[in-house]
């Protein structure tokens, strides 16, 4: 790899220990990936949290060796100075409010608001959503990132037009300290062109069917970059969150494009700039039936957990969850999570969506959800979500059954306690 | 299937991804791998719920598989395979991706890519394995046909 004196005086250490690990780890990335240079990033993304009970031991000897080991792949503990560039932190494991009702012990909770004391005054921005899109970190076109989180990754790409691989957390914690990450991939325009073209011949509209194209295309797809054309109607900032989760859950798609809506191409023949179709699918009926029978994988219609807001809920999405429970209350037997960025939830609160949503027995949390932070309500047997992803995961990471179907249907179940869902 | 004798190895040749030299037995998948969601970071196991590994450990096994997807983690659950002392041998995989390659970089193993033949229709779960990074050599030694016989 190829670095400009700059680069090079971090990595001999002029500029401290902390940032020559930071290059270290770069160059070893970098040359892993066949990378030739470096790139500039003013905009990172990543996880700095330290709230899981396996970083115990290294918390104990202090937020300078997590970030070192977890953050740089350093042994060595060095000295973790501010951020070089705007940073903001993804989501956590644990609700600064709720980590109570996750059946969190209050030690990690503590230790998390420790980690964030500590890192948020070395200009780690305390977003603590999976969407930062939501909340003001919106990149404009062209915009090289350092990102994680494949369903902010994926939006990030498609829909607004900037560019970041998906990073992890030791390469977005060497670009926060020294504003770069490697030039390969998606930051590379040629590598930005479509690969495979999807029909879609179903009549996709709802957040529901935006979700199981997205997990069918993803598994036949998975790592390229679809190109989709057919009867999709107009979607919204919902609809591709939920469209690029699924996608990069079921795959690992970074980027795909919708011609005419999407930045880069107006057209099919600009998606691909000319480069070659590797295959050709369609989305129909049975890929559609499909697609909700891998994501289904319960089978006793009794639900004791809904979780709703993965990726986390927009404001609009917390607020038709709010008016589907007004005046009701929850099933005795069932525990109901909606999930929001800690910004939106203020909103939320100010409306009266919290209150409502309480009031019917229902959670609003924050920071977190159950596929990161691994907890769902003592006892869960069955779970149901209208997210895509938390329906992939869930069942992995849990072992618990999920049911997957509409928002209307998950209320339904947190009211009755019984799935009544299904696919037309 | 190679049709080669099971006393002489198979060389592949690839690049090196990360350096360093190691050898065991092989475990293949034709799945691609979740880190996040995908492994359980204690044991060194495949937990995803339809991968054709669920529930088995790739801990001391070179590992060999298409790539990496899912979720950003993907490092991150790696690296801990590697503090918790369950992590591959080394990892031979096909498709490069940012992910594949930090995850290679943090498991600190010897890893290679990019090599001559396809690695997941050369080599077979229990193949002796030898992997040179640095030279970009991948060495495989066939299970003996009596061996597969018995299982």
Redesign the interface.
Known sequence: MKLTAAEQAMYDGKEGPAKQKAMD?LM??GE???AERLVETNNVAG?FNASTP?VRALVAKGFDAVYS??NL?SADVVPVPKMAVPTCQLITGIDNDNWRIQGIPDELADQQKKAEKHFGALGINMFATCTPYQVGNVPVKGEHCA????SA?IYCNSVLGART???????TGAAALTGRI?Y??YHIPENRRGTHLVHVDIDVDDIRDWGLLGYWIGEIV??DVPVLTGNMRQPSLIKLKHFGAAA??S??VEMYHIPGITPEANTVDDAFGGSKIVETLRFGAAERKLAYA?LN?ATDRDVDFVMLGCPHNSIDQVALIALLLEGKTLSANTQLWVHTPRALREVAERNGYVKMITDAGGVVMSDTCP?ISRYAPKGTRVIATDSAKQA??L???LGIPVWFGTVRECVEAALTGKWNGGLQ | MTDTGSNSAIVLHG?K??GGVAEGEALVTHD?ISGW??IN??EGTV????HELRGVSFKDKILVF???????????YF??TR??GVNPRAMIFV?????A??????TRAP?VTDLDQDPLSVIETGDWVKVDADRGIVEVTKRPASAQAAE
């Open positions: 780890l070893r990335y892993a990936l066949g996880a396996s080991e977890l792949d990102w994680m989180e494949s990754v691989n998906t990073e992890g957390k030791e390469s490697p390969w991939g998975q790592e990069a859950s795959g690992g891998n994988c596929a992939h995961y069942p992995a990471i | 690049r991804v990360v691609t969601g995908g970071e204690r937990i995803e719920r339809r298409p790539g990496a997807k899912g979720s950003s983690g993907y490092s991150a690296h801990m503090l918790n498709k490069m991706t940012t992910k390659a930090l995850g290679a970089v943090v890893a």
